[in-house]
C-alpha cells in the first residue's frame, strides 16, 4: 500500500506570494492533518480534516487554510507569505479520528524569500 | 499545554549499546505514539501504545508508558549507526475539539557513533 504523498517536496516562493500544497493519504484513510515544523517552535498543529470537514485547527493566521476533497486528498493553502512561514509542511494521515496510527508524508519544504 | 517533552533533549552513544529516551505529558490521553525523524524529512511512526497498555516490543524497540506519572520511554537495544536520527513522542488528547490532534515535544536527538 502506497504511503502518503506530499507535492511538491520543495519549494521556493517570495514574500507577499501564495502557496498551496498538497497532500494524498493512504489508500481508506479519511483523516488529514496538517503540521509546521520549524527550528524554533517545533512541531505545530495546523488543521485537520476529517470527511471533508475541518475538525480541529491550531493556532495560525487566517493566512493558513486547507480543504479536504471527497477522495480525501487535502490542499493547504498559505496567502502573503511571510518569511516566518519557511518552514517543513508535514500532512499526516489517518482511518479515522483519534485511536489510530498516524502515517506522515515526507513533507514539503517551503523556502520564503 | 499537553505537549509532551522528551528527555534528554540529545543522546550520544556507541554502536552496541542502548538508548534510552524518556517522554512526559500533562493531560490524559488516549494513545502515545513514537516517531523517528531523519534529518530534514518526514516523521517515520515507530510505535504506538494505547492508554490502557502498560508496555510494546517491536523489534529492537522496547516502549513502556505509565500513565499514573504521565511518562513513556523508549528503549532502542544494540544500536546503530543507522538509529542516528531525531526522535519525538506524541500524544493525542481523548475527547472533544481537539480529538485526533497529536501534541508533539521537543525530540532527542541520537547519535550513535560507528
Known amino acids: 500500500k502506497a504511503g502518503v504523498t506530499q507535492t511538491p517536496r520543495y519549494l521556493i516562493k517570495t514574500r507577499g506570494q501564495q502557496v498551496t500544497l498538497s497532500c494524498s493519504p493512504i489508500?481508506?484513510?479519511?483523516?488529514v492533518s496538517w503540521y509546521q515544523q520549524t527550528p524554533g517552535q517545533g512541531l505545530q498543529f495546523l488543521f485537520e480534516y476529517f470527511s471533508e470537514t475541518q475538525r480541529n485547527k491550531g493556532n495560525f493566521p487566517g493566512r493558513f487554510s486547507g480543504r479536504q476533497f471527497s477522495n480525501s486528498r487535502s490542499e493547504m493553502n498559505v496567502s502573503t507569505l511571510e518569511l516566518g512561514d519557511s518552514a517543513l509542511y508535514l500532512c499526516?494521515?489517518?482511518?479515522?479520528?483519534?485511536?489510530?496510527?498516524?502515517?506522515f508524508g515526507p513533507g514539503t519544504r517551503l523556502t520564503v524569500l | 499545554s499537553q505537549q509532551g517533552e522528551e528527555d534528554p533533549q540529545a543522546l550520544s552513544i556507541q554502536e552496541g549499546e542502548n538508548a534510552t529516551m524518556n517522554c512526559s505529558y500533562k493531560?490524559?490521553?488516549?494513545?502515545l505514539q513514537w516517531y523517528r525523524q531523519n534529518s530534514g524529512r518526514g516523521l517515520v511512526h515507530l510505535i504506538l501504545?494505547?492508554?490502557?497498555?502498560r508496555e510494546k516490543h517491536s523489534g529492537r524497540l522496547r516502549v513502556t508508558l505509565d500513565t499514573s506519572k504521565k511518562s513513556s520511554s523508549l528503549l532502542i537495544t544494540a544500536s546503530r549507526a543507522a538509529d542516528t536520527a531525531s526522535y519525538f513522542c506524541?500524544?493525542?488528547?481523548?475527547?472533544?475539539?481537539?480529538?485526533?490532534?497529536?501534541?508533539f515535544g521537543r525530540g532527542t536527538q541520537l547519535t550513535v557513533w560507528p
Open positions: 493531560t490524559s490521553i488516549n494513545n
Open positions: 501504545i494505547r492508554s490502557n497498555e
Open positions: 499526516a494521515s489517518s482511518l479515522y479520528r483519534g485511536r489510530d496510527t498516524q502515517y
Open positions: 506524541a500524544t493525542d488528547a481523548t475527547r472533544g475539539s481537539t480529538l485526533g490532534r497529536l501534541y
Open positions: 489508500s481508506g484513510h479519511r483523516s
